[in-house]
Each structure stands twice: as C-alpha cells, then as structure tokens.
Nanobody, 124 residues
Framework: QVQLAESGGGLVQAGGSQRLSCAASGPTFSRLTVGWFRQAPGKEREFVAATTWRGGGTYYSDSVKGRFTISRDNAKNTVFLQMNSLKPEDTAVYYC?????????????????WGQGTQVTVSS
C-alpha cells in the first residue's frame, strides 16, 4: 500500500514562486510514476505534470510548461513541484497521484494512489 501526502501550499502573490512536496510511504516509491493534478473551484480536476519512476521522463500541461518543474528524490521518497511565475489562474487544490507503471498518463483514473491535496492560492 502506498500513501501520499502533499505539503507546501499556501498564499502567494502573482509572479511569485512556491514549491510543493509529495511524500510517499512504502518501499516501492522508486517504482511509482507520479503525477500532479489540480482542481480549481467549480472546475474539474486537471493534469499538471508527471515524472516517471526514474525521473528521466517528464511531461507538462501546456498551461504550466516553462513555469513549473517536476522532480523527484527517490532516496527521500519525495516528488517536488516547483512553481514559478504563478498566476491567479493557478489557484487550486493540488494533488499528487501515483501509478505502478513506467508510462506517464494525463488521465486521473489511471492513477491508483492519491494524496489529500494542498491548497495553493495566488493573489493578484
């Protein structure tokens, strides 16, 4: 069983930066492909970024490409989402999710493990 827990959310001004962390329990973390999703008020949850279990493969949604960076430290069982040049439209609850395959997916139903989410609010 894998458990994921996000941290690092909070209030930030537009143009600022914030780093989210996703800490995982369990000895098989290094085999997890991990994705970040977000859900804004009144909207469906959407894919943000993902990294393969070795960290060599990454993928971003068009809305965050060039501003967000996903990385992982398998020794610490943690995946990070560095968010720069934040915009008010980035305001959402951010979730990390995991799946035991080597392929990245942008579909939330293909991820079996989810954290509880962390709120990110970007003020204008």
């Amino acid at each position: 069983q894998v458990q994921l827990a996000e941290s690092g959310g909070g209030l930030v001004q537009a143009g600022g930066s914030q780093r989210l962390s996703c800490a995982a329990s369990g000895p098989t973390f290094s085999r997890l492909t991990v994705g970040w999703f977000r859900q804004a008020p009144g909207k469906e949850r959407e894919f943000v970024a993902a990294t393969t279990w070795r960290g060599g493969g990454t993928y971003y949604s068009d809305s965050v490409k060039g501003r967000f960076t996903i990385s992982r430290d398998n020794a610490k069982n943690t995946v990070f989402l560095q968010m720069n040049s934040l915009k008010p439209e980035d305001t959402a609850v951010y979730y990390c999710a995991g799946r035991f395959t080597s392929a990245i997916s942008t579909r939330e139903y293909e991820y079996a493990y989810w954290g509880q989410g962390t709120q990110v609010t970007v003020s204008s």
